[in-house]
């Protein structure tokens, strides 16, 4: 874990919080779809990034941007990435909370 308090309590609400989300979509998932490999939620995800990311493309372009198709966009993103962990195996949070120890801080 980070010695920088903010980051530890980020850890500990991290690997508190995402495993039950993760597993309650887990559980949607596999009663409300049909199973799917980790592939097509790879590829799926990589989809509605896009999308966001298009969405961030004409509001930096000065573009009207409808705020509830961006929060909507970012919504898939979400959904989509919880999906892939699942179908792929990965605890996401385990790897969240791994991950921001080795990120180095840009303030020091």
Request: some cysteine; charged content about 30%; glycine content about 6%.
């Amino acid at each position: 874990m980070s010695e920088h308090p903010l980051c530890r309590a980020l850890q500990e609400a991290v690997g508190n919080s995402i495993p039950e989300i993760q597993h309650a979509f887990d559980a949607y998932q596999r009663e409300c779809f049909i199973e799917r490999p980790s592939e097509f939620f790879a590829l799926e995800l990589n989809g509605e990034a896009g999308e966001l990311a298009n969405i961030e493309k004409k509001r930096w372009k000065g573009a009207p941007i409808d705020e509830a198709h961006r929060a909507d966009e970012a919504a898939d993103v979400f959904i989509s990435l919880m999906n892939f962990c699942n179908a792929a195996g990965i605890d996401l949070g385990t790897a969240v909370v791994k991950k921001l120890g080795r990120i180095p801080r840009s303030r020091e």
